[in-house]
């Protein structure tokens, strides 16, 4: 079955660059059936949607984090990223990848990689 | 986007049902079938239960289901077991692609 991996820096300073990606298996990013799908936790807090992006390199992401996230999709190395940018304590969160869809079922994230704490800090 | 509505908490007892609300608005919850519901147990990844507001994905048991009215969603838990405590969260498509969670629902099994 389809598995997902994030991996990247757990501890970021502030005002940098955060970058990590999704390694799946079982699977392809290539496929024109599903979209991957970037989503994060603050500790203790609920779940936020950050974006999806499809295989053809498409995106959509959450207008609430203005203009600083970008997604892309690898298709040699079967992996989508996310970079998102100026950093604050408030980015503070696990991050999560998931396989998104299929087609136009939006909303429906499944399965879900194990997640990646980031933490934003001097 | 704003994130939908969800009660706090709930809680109920063995053997009992429960009911999540998820209160939305007409540019999304009210406006399109596309309401997904999400498990999550402690320090774990979430877990989908619930998609298209009623459909269940292979495995989930049919003691949950989800149905929703007008602007409103809602999961309902029946015969409760100590498994189920854990936080639920709704997520509606919002238009343009884009998808909004609600706030969460922390269920204690008494």
């Known amino acids: 079955q389809v598995q997902l991996q994030e991996s990247g820096p757990g501890l970021v300073k502030p005002s940098e660059t955060l970058s990590l990606t999704c390694s799946v298996s079982g699977g392809s990013v290539s496929s024109s059936t599903y979209y991957w799908g970037w989503l994060r936790q603050p500790p203790g807090k609920g779940l936020e949607w950050i974006g999806n992006?499809?295989?053809?390199?498409?995106?959509y992401y959450n207008s609430s984090l203005k203009g600083r996230v970008t997604m892309s999709v690898d298709s040699s190395k079967n992996q989508f990223s996310l970079k998102l940018t100026s950093l604050t304590a408030a980015d503070t969160a696990v991050y999560y990848c998931?396989?998104?869809?299929?087609?136009?079922?939006?909303?429906?994230?499944?399965?879900w990689g194990q997640g990646a704490l980031v933490t934003v800090s001097s | 986007q704003s994130a939908l509505i969800q009660p706090a908490s709930v809680s109920g007892s063995l053997g009992q049902s429960i009911t999540i609300s998820c209160t939305g608005t007409s540019s999304d919850v009210g406006n399109y079938n596309l309401v997904s519901w999400y498990q999550q147990h402690p320090g774990k990844a979430p877990k989908l239960m619930i998609y298209?507001?009623?459909k269940w994905p292979s495995g989930v048991s049919n003691r949950f289901s989800g149905s929703k009215s007008g602007n409103t969603a809602s999961l309902t838990i029946s015969g409760l077991q100590a498994e189920d405590e854990a936080d639920y969260y709704c997520?509606?498509?919002?238009?343009?692609?884009?998808?909004?969670f609600g706030g969460g629902t922390k269920l204690t099994v008494v």
């Open positions: 298209d507001v009623s």
């Open positions: 992006i499809y295989h053809s390199g498409r995106a």
């Open positions: 998931a396989r998104a869809g299929p087609y136009d079922d939006y909303g429906l994230f499944d399965p």
């Open positions: 997520c509606s498509y919002a238009g343009s692609s884009t998808v909004v």
